[in-house]
T-cell receptor
Framework: KNQVEQSPQSLIILEGKNCTLQ??????????LRWYKQDTGRGPVSLTI?????NTKSNGRYTATLDADTKQSSLHITASQLSDSASYIC?????????????FGKGTSLLVTP | NAGVTQTPKFQVLKTGQSMTLQCAQD?????MYWYRQDPGMGLRLIYY???????DKGEVPNGYNVSRLNKREFSLRLESAAPSQTSVYFC?????????????FGQGTRLTVV
């Protein structure tokens, strides 16, 4: 069964600190992995996409890594800001054109405090 | 620059009532999706429409129907609402079903069935 597991479930950090969110998956065959940010009361918004051949990709203060061999990804947030408080969702796409292809993690809820 | 627009944003229904959730996108996307998001769970696919004129069941279609009215609009109907359908509903769209195409999400409809 295709699964996407995220850890930790929730995280509280001080403004300015760094943090790393984890995503482990068993989706096969693998196509790509996206990290989404979901602000409270809003829809998810894509931060990064990682394909099989990519190890690291940055988007401003967000850096995603992918180890396709161990089926693990991480999202590192540098110098956190209050606006980073949100849920971060790992979405792994199966190598299929089916509408079923997206597999969603439950998300990590991040709270950045002053 | 609206993107994906959902209406209404909030709704309270009594058990057995019916309602239609509306979704429209202005990005000329071919594919549209309906998801539900429940606490402690990842987003789950209810129905999707790969292109205008086609619809297919997703992971949790029971109790729902959909209509792809035209390329822009994809509605979700609850014929006889049940408390188990209390959830946040997200509509999404993507240019194609191509594997690297990003899905764009609406802001969600928070539905409570009492």
């Amino acid at each position: 069964k295709n699964q996407v597991e995220q850890s930790p479930q929730s995280l509280i950090i001080l403004e300015g600190k760094n943090c790393t969110l984890q995503c482990n998956y068993t989706v096969s065959p693998f196509s790509n992995l996206r990290w989404y940010k979901q602000d409270t009361g809003r829809g998810p918004v894509s931060l990064t996409i990682m394909t099989f051949s990519e190890n690291t990709k940055s988007n401003g203060r967000y850096t995603a890594t992918l180890d396709a061999d161990t089926k693990q990804s991480s999202l590192h947030i540098t110098a956190s800001q209050l606006s980073d408080s949100a849920s971060y969702i790992c979405v792994v796409r199966q190598n299929s054109n089916s509408g079923y292809a997206l597999n969603f993690g439950k998300g990590t809820s991040l709270l950045v405090t002053p | 620059n609206a993107g994906v627009t959902q209406t209404p944003k909030f709704q309270v229904l009594k058990t057995g009532q019916s309602m239609t959730l509306q979704c429209a996108q202005d990005m000329n996307h071919n594919s549209m999706y309906w998801y539900r998001q429940d606490p402690g769970m990842g987003l789950r696919l209810i129905y999707y429409s790969a292109s205008e004129g086609t619809t297919d069941k997703g992971e949790v279609p029971n109790g729902y129907n959909v209509s792809r009215l035209n390329k822009r609009e994809f509605s979700l109907r609850l014929e006889s609402a049940a408390p188990s359908q209390t959830s946040v509903y997200f509509c999404a769209s993507s240019a194609t079903r191509n594997m690297n195409t990003e899905a764009f999400f609406g802001q969600g409809t928070r539905l409570t069935v009492v």
